[in-house]
């Protein structure tokens, strides 16, 4: 018997970063993080169990197939699937995006929020939310606040138990509705990071003299960040919301040796923000681990934002995103 589902997840963009791991076998952070999940950025992933055949997992992504390394990433997380729930059977798993690769959003978040989801379904789980952030943690760390949709929190916690995302919900907002929030997206290159967020979050762990003082600072980062979102104050957030990118570079930067995923756009990329905001513009930069560059507006203030910066950045394209659902199951057979 063949035991099929299909569910999508859009990916998200940290407000107040994740960078390093308290146990990297379960992916317990060091703090806690919060980000929004973009609308229009879905990954949809297909995962068979085929009960009584032998041999190992297929995967596909985009039609082709991934390094070794990544058909092992995933063939580690659906061990851990196969074991809660008793089975032995080989997988077959087809993913794609909706989002093309060269805008840096085709991230592991959307890609093991999908995969928890399908997984857990095609092996017969009901999980709960909770329960599936906990799960998507352990394919990739930004991958649990995938799981959730709008403004979610990513508990750091101590332990498996713990370590969950949640949605953060606003006194101010409708009921489930979306913040007044938006993110302007600069692609100003398609190049593959040189080193992973994991192997550059260990090295910063290890050998960076500033990664203590971010991690304290990140603490009261996130406790201004949910209090500028609760008083609806959005130049507040952009400030504190820069800063811990920022910081967090910073940090890698002073590792030994330095990591640096910057490029002279990026630092261009930076300039035209702060001169945007100059302007009156409510905008704020934010950069993962990568030389691109997002920028966090306003809902009403988006479309202007982006049409200054592909103004102010010939060439480069600028793909303005909205907060976006939680993953979903889009089918199950039997
Ligand atoms: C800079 O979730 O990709 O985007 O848990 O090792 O898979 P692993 O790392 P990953 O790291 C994301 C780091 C970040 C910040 C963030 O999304 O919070």
Redo the contacts with the bound molecule.
Sequence with gaps: MTRTATASANT???LI???G?ADEAL?IPTTS?L?LTLGGTRTTTTVSFEEGARGADTVTIDGVRPSPAQVARVSRFLDLVRHRAGLTAPATVHSSSTVPLAAGLA???AGFAALALAASRAAGMELDARALTRLARR?????A?SVLGGLVLWNAGKDDETSYAEQVVLPTAQPDGPPDLAMAVMVLTQERKEI???AA?RATMGSSPLYPAWVESSAVDLREALAALRSGDLPRLGEVVEANALG?HAAMMASRPAIMYWTPRTLEALRAIAALRHEGMPVWATI??GANVKALTSGACGERVAAALRERLPGVSVWLRRPGGAARIEGVTR
């Design positions: 998200n963009i940290a970063k994740y960078w791991k992916t993080s980000s991230s592991s978040a394919g990739s760390g930004s991958a606040r992973s967020s994991t979050m967090m993962d681990a």
